[in-house]
Structures are given as C-alpha cells and as structure tokens.
C-alpha cells in the first residue's frame, strides 16, 4: 500500500517555508525523497533510515517518526528552483529492494 | 560522471506491437530497477536485477511484460501486444552498493511510452 502525501498540492512567495508530510499505513525502515521537475528524472534529496535522525541538506531538511510512521520534509525560505513535485519512497524492511512512492506533492514557489 | 541514460526518451506505437525499452545504468552500479509513472502519480515498481539476475519481479504486472539484463549492466524492458493502458513514462534506477533499503536510487530521464 502506498504512503499517502500531504497537501497534495502548495503555492509559496519566494521565502516563505512549507512542510509536506508523508506517512505509511505500515512500519518504515527507510524514507527516500526526491523532487521531479515536469518532463525530468526524479532527483534524490535525502535518505533517512529507521533510528535515524534529522537531515539536511542546503535549506531542505527532513524527520522521520518511527512512531507515527511518519515523514516530514521541511522547505524552509524557499528559492524559485524549488518548484516541482516532490515525492517519498518508503522502504518497510532492510530486506526490501523496491520502493512503495507516494501520490506526490506539486510546489509551485512564486516570485 | 554520467548519469542514468535511457533511449529512446519517446516511442509511439500502435496497440498490439511489441517495444524495447532501453536503460544504461550508472558505470558501476550492480543494483537496476524499472518503475513506471502514469501522469500525476509517483513512480510503481516493475523489476529489480541484482546483478544480470531480476531478484524481484513482483510488479510486473502482466506476462506480456519482461526485463533482462544479459551481461549485468544495460537492460531491456520488453513489452508484448502493448495495450493502452501501458502507455506511461517507463524510469530506470540503478543504485551503488547492490540495492537494498539504504541504498540510493539513481533515475534516469525515463521513456514515454505512448500506445495509440
């Protein structure tokens, strides 16, 4: 089954901060993120693994609650490039090859 | 260095034909998937070769539908009597250390599938 996204669509200003939110019905061993640009490959952004801690990477960063089985990937002052959709990946067991993705979150960062 | 390839990054066939899809993994990488994306969707998982063997081949979703990978690096994903519903933008992935949940995949631009 695959993780559901939130909000499945966000509209900033250039500077302004957002949160999507990615969340599985079953326990997570690792969360992968990825942006993708209309018509372009899926970029990765981070990976984060059960009993990791908080990443970041530029002005992106992400969580990962074992608990609520949950991921968040936060978007903080936000830069024109940003736009695209961005997508989770979760992986249930390290014995897992495939990732299960997400419906996707579209940003759309204004100037 | 480069990237994931794919070819061709469009193919339009006509319902009942048969395709080749094309993936040049990243030199090196022993781990490839196929995913498939259909407009407004995240990538679905098809096929993943550990090595020139298809280790897992649970989302296939069909036997018209098959993958190889004769000397472990390029692969082929093949499509009989395509219908449809098959038209999609097919990805490849290959990942570094031989897959797995912490391993990192790697996409290429993918080919859009489009069958009249």
Known sequence: QQPVQSPQAVILREGEDAVINCSSSKALYSVHWYRQKHGEAPVFLMILLKGGEQKGHEKISASFNEKKQQSSLYLTASQLSYSGTYFCGTANNNAGNMLTFGGGTRLMVKP | ?116
């Open chain 2, 1 to 116: 260095g480069a990237g994931v390839s794919q070819t061709p990054s469009n193919k339009v066939t006509e319902k009942g034909k048969y395709v080749e899809l094309r993936c040049d993994p990243i030199s090196g990488h022993t781990a490839l998937y196929w995913y498939r994306q259909s407009l407004g969707q995240g990538p679905e998982f098809l096929i993943y070769f550990q090595g020139t063997g298809a280790a897992d081949d649970s989302g296939l979703p069909n036997d018209r539908f098959f993958a190889v990978r004769p000397e472990g690096s390029v692969s082929t994903l093949k499509i009989q009597r395509t219908e449809r519903g098959d038209s999609a933008v097919y990805l490849c992935a290959s990942s570094p250390f031989g897959g797995g949940a912490e391993d990192t995949q790697y996409f290429g631009p993918g080919t859009r599938l489009t069958v009249l």
